[in-house]
């Protein structure tokens, strides 16, 4: 089992930038893939973006690409979430997520393994 702590959450205006940032500690298995998903009250959790924790392969949800960018310091075993031009409809909880599977289906969260507690985004129009 792996520990993610998220942090960057905040308050930000429409149009604004904020950074997510996911440390894990105490991996005992390898990691396949990271990802990120929110959930906003009374919807379910979604798929924001993921990536293979080798690298290079990226995945974002429609609503997000070209806006967010996902990375990964392997140093540091810390992924990020680079928001840009933030979204009233982005606010929501934002959790990161770790795999141990391979899988193709990297934007369903029954895939993931372990997960953060979450960090709230705001975005006021």
């Known amino acids: 089992q792996v520990q993610l702590v998220e942090s960057g959450g905040g308050l930000v205006q429409a149009g604004g930038s904020l950074r997510l940032s996911c440390a894990a500690s105490?991996?005992?298995?390898?990691?396949?893939?990271m990802g990120w998903f929110r959930q906003a009250p009374g919807k379910e959790r979604e798929f924001v973006a993921a990536?293979?924790?080798?690298?290079?392969?990226?995945y974002y949800a429609d609503s997000v690409k070209g806006r967010f960018t996902i990375s990964t310091d392997n140093v540091k075993d810390t992924v990020y979430l680079q928001m840009n031009s933030l979204k009233p409809e982005d606010t929501a909880v934002y959790y990161c997520?770790?795999?141990?599977?391979?899988?193709?289906?990297?934007?369903?969260?029954?895939?993931?393994?372990?997960w953060g507690p979450g960090t709230q985004v705001t975005v006021s129009s």
């Open positions: 105490g991996r005992t298995f390898k990691t396949y893939i």
């Open positions: 990536m293979r924790w080798s690298g290079p392969s990226t």
């Open positions: 997520a770790e795999s141990r599977y391979d899988s193709v289906y990297y934007y369903q969260p029954s895939e993931y393994n372990d």
